[in-house]
């Protein structure tokens, strides 16, 4: 049933870093629709209805997040053999417009480090590590003191949201 194997994709989630919190968000709402329904019993219609009922409710955006759940899932269930095929993979996805990308002036970055006193100084090196390197906060969060190269002026980032390590000057 399509309740059994959402758990065990949320299993294998939870094992491959994956962003586990909005997946079981996404993942309730489909099942709310098609928990007793058997893995390949949901069809590309029932998946385009979902999708016109999401973009009801979200943005496109979010809309294509559930969906981009969903097709994980079951491109998972294809390469586990437990169906022929991935009832997503013709399901097309809302365009949308590409990220802004808003850079902090120099004068914006000094007063967001001055902003760092009293009960938010903790912030301040956070805040500059980020600043300096454009690091994600998971990544940040997750350094150690192994990983940085006092020497050689660089750290190694392993938490990374691809999975992939990246050495940062």
């Given at each position: 049933l ?5 758990r065990e994709y949320l299993?294998?989630?939870r094992?491959?870093?994956?962003s ?5 968000g996404?993942l309730?709402w489909?099942?709310?629709r ?5 893995l ?7 998946v385009?209805r ?5 973009v009801?409710?979200h943005?496109?955006?979010t ?8 097709k994980?899932?079951?491109t998972?269930?294809?390469?586990r ?6 009832p997503?993979?013709?399901v097309?996805?809302?365009k949308e417009p590409?990220l802004?990308?808003n850079?902090?002036?120099e004068d914006?970055?000094?007063?967001l480090v001055?902003?760092?006193v009293?009960?938010l ?5 956070v ?6 390197t ?6 940040i969060?997750?350094l150690?003191w192994?990983k ?5 002026r660089?750290?190694?980032a392993t938490?990374?949201?691809s999975?992939?390590d990246?050495?940062?000057?």
């Amino acid at each position: 049933l399509m309740k059994d194997f959402a758990r065990e994709y949320l299993d294998w989630c939870r094992g491959h870093n994956r962003s586990i919190n909005q997946k079981i968000g996404h993942l309730r709402w489909f099942m709310n629709r098609w928990r007793h329904y058997k893995l390949d019993e949901v069809s590309t219609d029932m998946v385009q209805r979902a999708q016109n009922e999401l973009v009801k409710l979200h943005s496109q955006a979010t809309s294509n997040r559930y969906l981009a759940t969903l097709k994980h899932l079951y491109t998972l269930a294809v390469e586990r053999e437990l169906v022929l095929s991935n009832p997503v993979r013709r399901v097309k996805f809302f365009k949308e417009p590409p990220l802004e990308v808003n850079i902090l002036s120099e004068d914006e970055s000094e007063r967001l480090v001055a902003a760092c006193v009293d009960r938010l100084a903790h912030l301040r090196p956070v805040i500059v590590c980020a600043l300096n390197t454009g690091m994600r906060i998971s990544e940040i969060l997750g350094l150690k003191w192994e990983k940085v190269n006092l020497k050689g002026r660089h750290l190694r980032a392993t938490e990374t949201k691809s999975g992939e390590d990246r050495e940062i000057p």
